[in-house]
């Protein structure tokens, strides 16, 4: 299926997918900007690089590829809003284990893997990797 595509003012790439009623080139001169492409849907990313399309970027050739800075930003975020309710629970545990005078180190232990999981972002560079980073990931394995 054709698609047009092109750069928004915001500097992202957004993906018009015309319904068939008008011709692809009537939909792309009224309803999409001046510099903006047709293209077979087939070569916009796919798989991994797919769940990072607000990190795609329009090159000059054409092709549409992922920014892996914007997609170790998205995961950031991801991770973040991830772990927020983990460690909320790991807050209600160290005040039960503070009340009830037992050992707190796994908990703050936890916390500091959990504040820590965005650090990793960092050194990957694919978007594979990033995907499947999660705050279940257990550092050393």
């Not at 991801?78 to 050992?103: K, M, T, Y």
């Amino acid at each position: 299926m054709k698609v047009i595509i092109y750069t928004t003012d915001a500097g992202n790439v957004a993906v018009c997918t015309p319904t068939g009623e008008l011709p692809i080139e009537e939909v792309q001169a009224k309803d999409t900007p001046k510099g903006s492409i047709i293209v077979d849907d087939s070569e916009l990313p796919q798989g991994d690089d797919a769940q990072f399309f607000d990190a795609w970027e329009l090159n000059a050739d054409g092709k549409v590829s992922v920014n892996i800075q914007k997609a170790q930003e998205l995961t950031r975020k991801r991770l973040r809003a991830e772990r927020e309710p983990l460690l909320a629970e790991q807050d209600v545990l160290f005040q039960r284990a503070l009340e009830d005078g037992s050992d707190t180190s796994g908990i703050v232990a936890e916390k500091k893997r959990l504040r820590d999981i965005t650090l990793l972002v960092d050194v990957l560079d694919s978007t594979s990797a990033l995907t499947q980073l999660d705050c279940s990931y257990i550092v050393g394995t």
